[in-house]
């Protein structure tokens, strides 16, 4: 009569006729009817149960349930269908296991980390954001640069966002095209800490000292807002000399109306809007006061004068310490004379008698 044995759950795993015995199905000896010496495989069944198939190896034929003793690792494991897994405790290697399921535990050994698995994911033991917050954190990661070098860093995340990387390379190194979890980052990573391309990033914070200040106060700089003094400061640091080292270091007024420009042949004022005067003025015991006046519209100078008729109008006496040059006329000329003969006090030097006159009194005086 053929033995039909079954499974805990019904199903049929093997079918054992008289005499015979099936050690291929199972792990254990399936026994048949009227085998002889059939004492010998009870017992050494009983044995392999009692020792849960303690082996280096793992059993052969498992059926789902089934314990194995691993005697390389020593630990208790047990079949899913797939493979064996730890009974009890974490798994430990060197590589991620492949059939780890939800709520294994893994021990790097090569890396000395701890990791728990989700069913789809490995995540480290001391992971301290909830799945609702998204990644994040500090997390220290070893990629590659384009030579291949490995290099350590720390990425710190918000919410999935990369915010930036630290490193501690003292010169800095483009990572590797396929850098694993760099997305949100472009370009060189230098020492220290470099910044994402997320918008608006800012360090929001008071610094007290920073490379571009060059270790001075707010104090020391000028500010573009509200009046400001640049004045000579008194202590280490001794009196301070201001260079604006351009062709047009200023421009000066809401429009852009003058500009200072400077090259080896001269200092110029320039001014740019049409029609601006030039004026100088200066302050004296009356208070300030025009001194001079370019009359750019009608080419005129003034000095102490700020309505000048002439091309050079000067309120007040002048001297000339060398020389005065006279323009010179002939008598026939005179009436032609730009400047009316009417005018007394013109001088003229008169080419034809070889004499400086004067006019005064409606006629002309010889003055040698």
Partial sequence: MTYKINKTDGALIAEVIDSAIDQTTTDITLIGKNVSGYGEFINENFVKILENFANTSQPNNPLTGQIWFDTSENRLKVYDGLGFKNGSGPIVSSTPPTTAIQGDFWIDSAENQLYFYTGTNKYPASKIWKDSQKKSGFEVDTIYDTNNAPRVIVKLY?????????????????????????????????????????????????????????????????????????????????????????????ILGAGSQTEIRVDNSSLQIVCAYPYQNFLLKVKNSGGVVDAILVDSQHSKVGIFNNTPEYTLDVTGSFRASTQLQLPKYTVFDRDARTMSSENNGELIYNTTTDKIQAYAAGTWVDLN
Avoid: W, Y
């Fill in 158 to 250: 918000v919410g999935q966002a990369l915010l930036g990387i630290f490193s501690k390379d003292p010169v800095a190194f483009t990572p590797r095209e396929d850098s694993i979890g760099l997305g949100g980052f472009t370009g060189e990573i230098g020492p220290g800490f470099n910044q994402s391309t997320l918008a608006g990033m800012k360090f929001r914070v008071t610094a007290t000292n920073a490379d571009a200040l060059m270790g001075k106060t707010p104090a020391n700089f000028v500010s573009t807002l509200g009046n400001s003094t640049i004045a000579s400061p008194s202590g280490p640091d001794g009196p301070g000399t201001l260079s604006i080292l351009n062709s047009t270091p200023l």
